[in-house]
C-alpha cells in the first residue's frame, strides 16, 4: 500500500517480550505515556542495535530510511529517531503512539526529521491527546509535521497510509 511501484525496501522487527494480554513487546506498560523503565531501557539498546546495524545489512543509509511503527511501534519510532546522541533517519512515521518518558532516557527535540503522525480520535488504548501532543512538541521545536486524526479506534486507517504515499516519495526526492 505504502510502495506500490515496489522500489522500497521494508523490514520489520518484532518486539522481544511476550506479555500479557499476549503479542509482542518492547516493554511492560503500567501507565501510558510512561513505560516501565527497566523493560524499556534493557529492549532500547537492541533495538538500537538492529537499527544501527540496518545500513551494512541492506546497503540503505539512515538518510534513506523511514523508521516507523504503530502503537509500541510508533514509540519505538520516536525514540529510536529523537534519542538523544542517536542518528537521525530521514523522516519517522508514527500511528497511535507517543513520545516516550522514560527516567534514565532522554529525546533531543532539536533537530527532527520530518514526522508524520496519524491518530484514531476514538482511540481507547492511548488517547488521540498523546498524538497531539506529540505534534505540538514536535512543531514547537521547528519540526514538520504531517498530522492526521481520523475516525478510527486504535487502528491504523488505510487512507492515510494512501496519503503517506506521496509524503514518502516527497521525503525520499
Known amino acids: 500500500m505504502l510502495d506500490p511501484e515496489r522500489r522500497l525496501y521494508g523490514v520489520t522487527p518484532r518486539a522481544p517480550l511476550l506479555l500479557p494480554p ?17 523493560t524499556f531501557l534493557a529492549t532500547y539498546p537492541r533495538a538500537a542495535a538492529w537499527l544501527d546495524a540496518l545500513p ?11 523508521l516507523g511503527g504503530f502503537s509500541q511501534g510508533a514509540v519505538m519510532t520516536y525514540a529510536l529517531g529523537l534519542g538523544t546522541g542517536r542518528p537521525r533517519p530521514a523522516a519517522l512515521v508514527a ?32 488517547s488521540v491527546e498523546f498524538g497531539r501532543d506529540a505534534r505540538s512538541r514536535l512543531e514547537e521545536a521547528g519540526g514538520d509535521v504531517l498530522y492526521r486524526e481520523y475516525l ?22
Do not use: C, N, Q
Open 22 to 38: 499476549g503479542g509482542a513487546h518492547w516493554y511492560a506498560l503500567h501507565r501510558i505515556g510512561f513505560p516501565d523503565r527497566e
Open 56 to 66: 551494512a545489512e541492506t546497503g540503505v543509509g539512515l538518510d534513506r530510511t523511514i
Open 95 to 126: 500511528i497511535s503512539g507517543f513520545i516516550p518518558t522514560v527516567e534514565g532516557f532522554e529525546v533531543d527535540l532539536a533537530s527532527t526529521p520530518p514526522v508524520a503522525i496519524g491518530h484514531g480520535v476514538y482511540d481507547d488504548v492511548i
Open 152 to 173: 478510527y479506534p486504535h487502528a491504523v486507517d488505510p487512507h492515510f497510509l494512501m496519503e503517506l504515499r506521496p509524503w514518502i516519495a516527497k521525503t525520499l526526492a
